[in-house]
DNA sequence: AAAAAAT
């Protein structure tokens, strides 16, 4: 299967452009579809926000909410084997997200979903995510979103859960009601089939479990928290609102660690909650904060947003988190490192936030270092964990390259490479590709010396300003500017269709971050390649490095072999605790060094009256995972 | 050591 480099090269751009590369991307579906219901539903008379639980009566009925039966949000609509699980108990004892919850599951008359789209909305009003992007081809459609995943490559991933009453996954979405309007905008996203993860994740998250979840980005993570949120919202409770108060009261909080992936998350989550009666906000820095607070007073049901916009929005009062029902923080182990964690601490803890249990609380991300999770179990209550592994499956798509490249020849060997795509390529046009540097300035002076040389290049990094680098990110998805030299501020999360290569010109320390970079690139099931160079300087990555490729069968050069040989037994040695070869994840709960205090890691230990987590018929069997493995992606 | 994230 794995040829010469050139074909690499030739087949990732053949992948790239044979839909269209200059075509925009990630939008999705039918505009006739969504314009002729557009047309068909009646005119508004204002615009007015209408809260959840008003916007399926009539305005001047409004019922009491009664109090839910005994049983979890959804258990009349799931099948069987989803009942809210009996591990799902809190402290208090009670059943989980029932409990203390008027009118969570229910009340709603019978609970139908149509119901929902009755009465007097403001859906017309409602600008429609599926035509947003300019020249939408069925083209440039195909092949984006499910539609393009290769689903046979998916047949035989592994897949592990741990914890208690962990729910089957489903195969098909129509398995689990989420309601008409989402099922419809699953329709409109051509989604045929959900992923793996969203296999998995879903009738988790509908159970009201909390979820942390290892999947690769690009597997569809998006839908799988945000399709649950949003069925979750339409058949919630009453979300209040205090007259003649600015603040507001979002029932679901969606965090990311960079703007652009919020403002991307936004972008998805409108189109699946398109028609759904649920208002979806994105706030995050280093934009004009009013025209965002404009946003919020028209109402908000799930905000997503970067945390430091987020603070100063909760520190304005214009935001209260105290009705928040579900958190999901995407890029999960970044949000919780060093530079993010006191703020997530303060937003999760130290606001008004119902504390675990009280909400649900889904984190995602490709990779999941065991402190991580462990700082992470803070969050969670008696969660379930989620590895979509890979081996042997979709992330043989990326081609991963390494070469030794000494730091004076970087800019003409990067040289050369570019050339090469020009040459081989079928297209006149330069391939979609992907350069990460370390530093802002070498991210300039970079992008400055491929202008000067005739590559039209653009840089995306954290001292250019907000317009600036969602310029760049436009003019590199359109292909105008075909090179896009990126700091790590691109490295995670982000959906840039058609990049066909990805170069870490600068490598990164952790191998974690090379996982997410090299992400970027053969997403959704396409091919796509990854040339790392190597020199003196990157040799603490060599061991970690290694392993990872050769667990992605990888050719791995000779050389580099040597390099990791040559750690490993120097003295002290040994494994980095956070690298290793990732596949599959691993629930950190598993690892007997973590057992003894087992009471810390799960939901503050005694008082919630299920059985022990060793005791639990998942543990100790089946990993497909070595002992080792600390992190994953997929 | 660098990057990201509020003004």
């Known amino acids: 299967?794995?040829?010469?480099?050139?074909?690499?090269?030739?087949?990732?751009?053949?992948?790239?452009?044979?839909?269209?590369?200059?075509?925009?991307?990630?939008?999705?579906?039918?505009?006739?579809?969504?314009?002729?219901?557009?047309?068909?539903?009646?005119?508004?008379?204002?615009?007015?926000?209408?809260?959840?639980?008003?916007?399926?009566?009539?305005?001047?009925?409004?019922?009491?909410?009664?109090?839910?039966?005994?049983?979890?949000?959804?258990?009349?609509?799931?099948?069987?084997?989803?009942?809210?699980?009996?591990?799902?108990?809190?402290?208090?004892?009670?059943?989980?997200?029932?409990?203390?919850r008027p009118g969570f599951g229910g009340s709603r008359g019978g609970g139908s979903w149509g119901s929902r789209s009755g009465g007097w909305d403001r859906r017309e009003r409602e600008v429609n995510?599926?035509?947003?992007?300019?020249?939408?081809?069925?083209?440039?459609?195909?092949?984006?979103?499910?539609?393009?995943?290769?689903?046979?490559?998916?047949?035989?991933?592994?897949?592990?859960?741990?914890?208690?009453?962990?729910?089957?996954?489903v195969s098909t979405f129509a398995e689990i009601d989420l309601g008409d309007a989402v099922n419809e905008n699953i329709r409109r996203c051509k989604y045929v089939k959900p992923t793996p993860v969203q296999r998995h994740a879903i009738p988790i998250l509908v159970a009201g479990r909390d979820l942390m979840a290892c999947a690769q980005t690009g597997s569809g993570k998006t839908a799988a928290f945000c399709f649950p949120i949003i069925s979750g919202i339409m058949r919630g409770p009453p979300s209040h609102r205090q007259r003649g108060s600015r603040t507001v009261y979002p029932s679901a909080l969606i965090l990311s660690p960079t703007r652009e992936l919020s403002i991307q998350i936004h972008e998805e989550a409108r189109k699946f909650s398109y028609q759904a009666g649920v208002r979806v906000v994105v706030a995050y820095g280093g934009a004009p904060i009013n025209q965002q607070l404009r946003e919020l007073e028209r109402g908000v049901d799930i905000l997503v947003a970067t945390p430091g916009r987020l603070v100063d929005l909760l520190e304005r009062a214009r935001v209260s988190l105290q009705n928040i029902r579900y958190l999901a923080l995407d890029e999960a182990d970044r949000m919780l490192d060093m530079g993010f964690e006191p703020q997530i601490r303060k937003i999760v803890e130290q606001m008004d936030m119902p504390t675990r249990g009280q909400r649900q609380t889904m984190l995602f991300s490709a990779t999941f270092p065991r402190e991580i999770q462990r700082l992470a179990s803070d969050f969670l209550?008696?969660?379930?964990?989620?590895?979509?592994?890979?081996?042997?499956?979709?992330?043989?798509?990326?081609?991963?390259?390494?070469?030794?490249?000494?730091?004076?020849?970087?800019?003409?060997?990067?040289?050369?490479?570019?050339?090469?795509?020009?040459?081989?390529?079928?297209?006149?046009?330069?391939?979609?590709?992907?350069?990460?540097?370390?530093?802002?300035?070498?991210?300039?002076?970079?992008?400055?010396?491929?202008?000067?040389?005739?590559?039209?290049?653009?840089?995306?990094?954290?001292?250019?300003?907000?317009?600036?680098?969602?310029?760049?990110?436009r003019s590199f998805k359109s292909g105008a500017t075909p090179i896009l030299v990126a700091t790590d501020v691109a490295a995670r999360g982000l959906d840039i269709p058609h990049v066909a290569h990805v170069v870490n010109f600068d490598l990164p320390n952790d191998i974690d971050d090379y996982v997410h970079r090299i992400g970027r690139t053969g997403r959704a099931g396409k091919s796509g390649l990854a040339t790392a160079f190597f020199n003196e300087n990157n040799s603490s990555l060599s061991r970690s490095l290694a392993e990872l490729m050769q667990e992605a069968n990888q050719e791995v050069p000779q050389w580099l072999s040597r390099y990791a040989a040559a750690?490993?037994?120097?003295?002290?040695?040994?494994?980095?605790?956070?690298?290793?070869?990732?596949?599959?994840?691993?629930?950190?709960?598993?690892?007997?060094?973590?057992?003894?205090?087992?009471?810390?890691?799960?939901?503050?230990?005694?008082?919630?009256?299920?059985?022990?987590?060793?005791a639990s018929p998942g543990y100790g069997g089946g990993a497909y995972g070595n002992p080792g493995l600390t992190s994953a992606w997929d």
């Open 1 to 100: 299967m794995r040829t010469s480099w050139a074909d690499s090269v030739a087949n990732a751009e053949n992948s790239a452009f044979a839909t269209g590369a200059s075509a925009s991307t990630n939008n999705a579906a039918n505009t006739n579809t969504s314009a002729a219901v557009v047309a068909a539903a009646p005119r508004p008379d204002r615009a007015a926000y209408v809260p959840p639980h008003l916007r399926n009566r009539a305005p001047a009925v409004v019922e009491a909410p009664v109090p839910s039966p005994i049983n979890g949000p959804s258990a009349a609509k799931l099948p069987s084997g989803l009942r809210a699980p009996s591990g799902g108990t809190r402290p208090g004892g009670g059943p989980v997200r029932d409990m203390g």
């Open 381 to 473: 209550f008696n969660y379930i964990f989620l590895a979509v592994g890979r081996v042997g499956s979709s992330t043989d798509l990326i081609v991963q390259r390494v070469e030794f490249v000494l730091e004076s020849d970087k800019r003409s060997h990067l040289m050369d490479l570019l050339h090469a795509q020009r040459v081989n390529g079928t297209s006149a046009k330069q391939a979609l590709t992907l350069v990460f540097v370390e530093t802002k300035k070498g991210a300039d002076s970079l992008e400055h010396w491929l202008c000067m040389n005739g590559f039209p290049a653009t840089t995306i990094h954290g001292d250019r300003t907000q317009q600036e680098r969602e310029q760049a990110l």
């Open 567 to 614: 750690r490993s037994h120097g003295g002290g040695g040994g494994r980095n605790r956070r690298s290793g070869p990732r596949f599959g994840g691993r629930d950190f709960r598993r690892d007997s060094s973590n057992r003894s205090g087992a009471g810390d890691y799960f939901g503050g230990g005694s008082g919630y009256g299920g059985g022990a987590y060793g």
């Open 129 to 169: 995510p599926f035509t947003n992007d300019e020249e939408t081809t069925d083209a440039a459609f195909d092949g984006q979103e499910n539609t393009g995943i290769n689903f046979d490559a998916y047949e035989d991933i592994p897949v592990e859960t741990s914890g208690e009453n962990v729910p089957p996954p």
